[in-house]
């Protein structure tokens, strides 16, 4: 990219407009330059895949708790218990109460259920302090 | 000012390299925004990216979801190691699609999955 003196001149007597090209490189140079500082770092969310056939087979005496999350009527409704509620916020309080946090959670996925909800469900479940979210897809 | 310039055309060069291999590799996809994230983990993982449709990519290559199986057993390396399983996936993306692959996943042995999100 080193310019010769020759080639230089030969610009030069071509009127070709280096300040201007100099201008568009920098802008160029600060676009990159914002927009990779603009990316959000990425973090993880860690869930353990249990299939449904498996889940029901071992029942022991301290059962995990578990959330169901079904579409009904082009809305999600989350069932916690006998509880069935369609806000996320009181799903919230609701696990926020549970006293045995050791056993760990089961987040049961019915189809039609945007990701993002999903992932949404689990962060709180870890936020909230359990260390063994296990994710039960239901294909059903 | 000719280094000052030869400087400046190879971090645009580099700029220009990083964000076109970052868009292929990504696939497009917006991955889901929580309130809580754990941070990524060091080691390279397995990824299984999921867009916005379903469509699915294994380590990069587009695989069809009815040959998801085959797929995942043609990758040897990918069961007999301890490799991290990572699930890129898209936010607007249906649970159906995830499930399914979560579902051939714990057939083939894989019981654990990290999935990729952005912190509020």
């Not at chain 2, 060091?42 to 069809?64: A, V």
Request: with cysteine; glycine share 4%.
């Amino acid at each position: 990219m080193k310019l010769k003196a020759s080639s230089r001149q030969n610009a030069q007597s071509l009127g070709m407009p280096l300040v201007g090209m100099i201008d568009v490189v920098f802008l160029l140079l600060i676009y990159f330059l914002v927009m990779s500082a603009w990316q959000q770092p990425e973090k993880q969310l860690t869930a353990v895949i249990q299939s449904a056939a498996i889940q029901t087979e071992a029942v022991t005496d301290l059962e995990p708790s578990v959330i169901k999350m079904n579409s009904r009527e082009g809305s999600v409704v989350f069932q916690y218990g006998t509880r069935n509620t369609k806000e996320l916020f009181t799903l919230k309080e609701w696990i926020q109460k549970t006293q045995f946090k050791d056993n760990g959670i089961q987040v049961h996925v019915g189809p039609d259920i945007e990701f993002e909800l999903v992932t949404q469900v689990i962060s709180a479940c870890r936020a909230i302090g359990f260390q063994k979210v296990i994710y039960v897809p239901i294909t059903d | 000012m000719t280094p000052m310039i030869d400087v400046v055309f190879l971090l645009i060069i580099f700029f220009l390299a990083v964000s076109q291999s970052t868009r292929a590799t990504q696939a497009m996809i917006v991955v889901p925004t929580v309130f809580f994230g754990d941070p990524q983990s060091e080691t390279k993982p397995f990824l299984i990216q999921i867009d916005s449709q379903g469509n699915c990519r294994l380590q990069g290559e587009r695989t069809s979801n009815h040959k998801l199986e085959s797929a995942i057993n043609s990758f040897s390396e990918f069961k007999h190691s301890d490799r991290q399983v990572v699930l890129r996936c898209d936010r607007k993306c249906p649970s159906q699609f995830v499930n399914q692959i979560l579902r051939v996943l714990n057939q083939n042995g894989i019981h654990s999955i990290q999935t990729i999100v952005v912190e509020d």
